[in-house]
């Protein structure tokens, strides 16, 4: 059974030093995998998604995100942390080979604290 | 953008109460989900739907119902409310998880 697992509830960084927030999978075959952020009391928003290709990949707001297929990964990054970014952030996986259960199946979630 | 409107930001209900909670949909989209959202343990899916009069069962289906009688909303019904349905609900769709989901705002539900 597919699945993705954030191991952390919560992760605090300074302003303006690097974060990461981590995201470990288990499908059978290539996965899709998304992150996605939750600001207080709203919807979920896309932030990138890994495919196929390049495994870094870059999205909103100055994240990045590394695909690592030995180790199951597709931490979360950004190089230099912001107060704004502090927030929820779900980690989301698909197994391309469930062709008729287009259904995504999200982690825990992460809270992101960035301190002044 | 794709636009996911939820109908309701705050709900406020009575055990017992048929609770409906509705999500339009402006592109088009084939596929709709409901999700609850409850501290520790992320988004569960409770149904989702493919196309017009299609549902599927999700993780956590009981005690809800949905329809889709159009394709651009999707409700979800809760045939009588109880304090565990207590939740934020969040409504999604999306052409295909390729391009992944987009979600409303959602409904933060209490019941009381």
């Known amino acids: 059974a597919q699945s993705v697992a954030q191991p952390e509830d919560q992760v605090n960084v300074a302003e303006g030093n690097p974060l990461t927030v981590k995201c470990t999978y288990s499908?059978?075959?290539?996965?899709?995998l998304f992150w996605y952020v939750q600001y207080p009391n709203r919807g979920l928003q896309f932030l990138l998604k890994?495919?196929?290709?390049?495994?870094l990949v870059k999205g909103s707001y100055g994240f990045e995100a590394e695909f690592n297929k030995s180790q199951t990964s597709f931490h979360l990054k950004k190089p230099s942390a912001l107060v704004s970014d502090s927030a929820l952030y779900f980690c989301?996986?698909?197994?391309?080979?469930?062709?008729?259960?287009?259904?995504?199946?999200f982690g825990t979630g992460t809270r992101l604290q960035v301190f002044p | 953008d794709v636009k996911v409107t939820q109908s309701s930001r705050y709900l406020v209900k009575r055990t017992g109460e048929k609770v409906f909670l509705e999500c339009v949909q402006d592109m088009d989209h084939e596929n709709m989900f409901w999700y609850r959202q409850d501290p520790g343990l992320g988004l569960r899916l409770i149904y989702f739907?493919?196309?017009?009069?299609?549902?599927e069962k999700g993780d956590i289906p009981e005690g809800y119902s949905v329809s889709r009688e159009k394709k651009e909303r999707f409700s979800l019904i809760l045939e009588s409310a109880s304090t565990n349905q207590t939740s934020m609900y969040l409504c999604?769709?999306?052409?295909?998880?390729?391009?992944?989901?987009?979600f409303g705002s959602g409904t933060r539900l209490t019941v009381v």
């Open positions: 890994y495919i196929t290709g390049d495994n």
């Open positions: 989301a996986v698909r197994d391309p080979r469930s062709y008729n259960t287009d259904k995504l199946i």
């Open positions: 499908v059978s075959g290539n996965p899709y």
């Open positions: 999604a769709s999306s052409m295909d998880s390729y391009y992944g989901y987009t």
């Open positions: 739907s493919y196309d017009v009069k299609m549902k």
